[in-house]
């Protein structure tokens, strides 16, 4: 086994925490379902929101969903001007035989345009 980064992001419609909950639980959901990672696989989740949301904690989805045992923590992306804007990112760090290459990094919707280069 190997640790290994695995990268997503999605853009919520609004600032509301239900809908944020809703959201984030897709994309984590997203992210091991691609991965064939279970939520023992995690080791650790890095959230980053934009500065407008700040109706909840991303991390507070990953709760919901049953990863409780694993360290999690929120901080603010850069208010970088022009920048999407209500986007949620995550950093999730992974056990997991896959190599680099075959990590699925997951952009839903609209913030599949933030990387291009790696969104499957």
Known sequence: MAVRAVRGAVQLERDDAEHMQEQVAELLTAIL??????????????????????????????????????????AQELAVTGAMERVVRVLAHVETGLSKAGIAHVYLGAAGALRKDIAQ
């Open 33 to 74: 379902e691609r991965n064939n990672l279970l939520a023992d696989d995690l080791i650790s989740v890095w959230f980053t929101a934009t500065p407008d949301l700040h109706s909840d904690f991303p991390a507070a989805a990953a709760r919901a969903l049953g990863i409780t045992d694993v360290p999690l923590i929120c």
